[in-house]
């Protein structure tokens, strides 16, 4: 079991960047794939990123690629999404997410097990 911890949200304007940072507790950290999901004011959760168990693969949702980045640190237990050239519909509520058996399935949200409480991301225009 991991339980997760987010951290970084905040008010930026548009063009501007924010570092998400996600906490996880337990010591088989490296066994779990790890995702970012968003949710905006009335809509559903989507997926924004994720990244392998040893970080060498990474998957972006279209909306975000190339100006967000997913990484981490198995060493610190820490997953960090690094979002640049925000925009206002970048606005959500942002949650770490993690599972040991995704993999394919990696934009799924019902594939993942274990959620952070989230963290809030407001892009002014």
């Known amino acids: 079991q991991v339980q997760l911890v987010e951290s970084g949200g905040g008010l930026v304007q548009a063009g501007g960047s924010l570092r998400l940072s996600c906490a996880a507790s337990g010591r088989t950290f490296s066994s779990y794939f790890m995702g970012w999901f968003r949710q905006a004011p009335g809509k559903e959760r989507e997926f924004v990123a994720a990244?392998?168990?040893?970080?060498?693969?990474?998957y972006y949702a279209d909306s975000v690629k190339g100006r967000f980045t997913i990484s981490r640190d198995n060493a610190k237990n820490t997953v960090t999404l690094q979002m640049n050239s925000l925009k206002p519909e970048d606005t959500a509520v942002y949650y770490c997410?993690?599972?040991?058996?995704?993999?394919?399935?990696?934009?799924?949200?019902?594939?993942?097990?274990?959620w952070g409480q989230g963290t809030q991301v407001t892009v002014s225009s």
């Open positions: 997410a993690a599972d040991l058996f995704v993999s394919t399935s990696y934009g799924v949200q019902d594939e993942y097990d274990y």
């Open positions: 990244i392998s168990r040893s970080g060498g693969r990474t």
